[in-house]
């Protein structure tokens, strides 16, 4: 049952987080007990998840900063299941990945997420279209139908008619839009992108931003994003900071709250539109 989020898809302000209590409705779609990740090499340890609890409603934009190296690449991985906890349990719509059985977190891994990478990870041969129709490829859907279905995609992430360029002829921003379109190909309720933005300069980071919250609203995403950017992660419902182990909510949001959401509501009222 989706939950009826209380704002306007084609305002790309962010709602309060309040939108998204138990009061209005909380509709969980995704949650983490417990979760720790300790890596071993040689005799030393790390441990950059330690008993991490969390919890996104649907339909929520979560945003995750932390200094690099602090985890959020690995959080992801583990909520994508591509990598597994050393404890700890993650629900997805109320099943616990590890109850799965390998056929179903394959599911879960190529319909349920879409991932965008911190290096996208585009094939530089191929072209927009076929890198994007790479998970329908896979899933076995006939070459005709998931090119289609690809081109429609490059159109939605502003792409439009690029579909037989080679990838690796793209610009940077163009790529991540690539990336983009190709993690939304098999319909995902979840989003993740790790560092989406990363690589980007300040004005394409804008844009991919913009683009992303506002496929994250159109197409009724569920979305957790890691980023540098605090002001960029200000447009999220929530931002969470993740260092030592640690998820903790972060303070200055709220502080700052009516400021950077004033702030995101011109940005986003004065955001030009997607080139085509
Ligand atoms: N496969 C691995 N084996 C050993 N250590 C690892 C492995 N993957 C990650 N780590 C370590 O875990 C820690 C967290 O790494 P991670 O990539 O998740 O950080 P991050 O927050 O994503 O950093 P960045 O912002 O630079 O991307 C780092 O100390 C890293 O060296
Ligand atoms: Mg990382």
């Keep these: 049952m989706l939950q009826q989020a209380n704002f306007d898809a084609n305002n790309p302000a962010p709602p309060s987080a309040a939108n998204f209590s138990p009061a209005n409705g909380y509709a969980e779609l995704l949650r983490v007990e417990g979760l720790r990740k300790t890596f071993r090499s040689g005799s030393a340890e790390i441990t950059p998840l330690d008993n991490i609890n969390f919890s996104i409603a649907r339909e929520e934009m979560v945003a995750i900063v932390g200094p690099s190296g602090a985890g959020k690449s690995t959080f992801l991985h583990s909520l994508a299941a591509l990598d597994t906890p050393t404890s700890g349990t993650i629900y997805f719509e109320r099943n616990s990945l590890e109850a799965l059985a390998e056929h ?35 899933s076995g859907v006939a070459r005709e139908t998931a090119l289609r279905s690809a081109g429609e995609w490059l159109g939605e992430v502003g792409l439009g008619g690029r579909d037989n360029q080679r990838a690796g002829e793209l610009s940077g921003g163009e790529q991540q839009r690539v990336a983009i379109a190709r993690a939304l190909v098999n319909r995902p309720k979840l989003l993740l992108a ?33 980023t540098h950017n605090l002001s960029l992660a200000q447009r999220a419902n929530r931002v969470l900071h993740l260092e030592h182990g640690r998820l903790t909510q972060v303070e200055e949001a709220a502080a700052t709250r009516s400021q950077s959401g004033a702030q995101a509501a011109e940005a986003g009222a004065n955001a030009p539109k997607e080139r085509g």
């Design 104 to 138: 179903e977190l394959a599911e879960y891994r190529n319909h349920s997420v879409g991932f965008v990478w911190q290096r996208h990870h585009l094939l530089p041969d191929f072209t927009s279209a076929e890198n994007v129709a790479m998970p329908l490829l896979i």
């Design 194 to 226: 790790d560092e989406p933005t990363g690589d980007l300069d300040e004005r394409n980071a804008e844009l991919i931003f913009d683009l992303m919250r506002r496929l994250h609203l159109a197409h009724r995403l569920t979305s957790i994003l890691a």
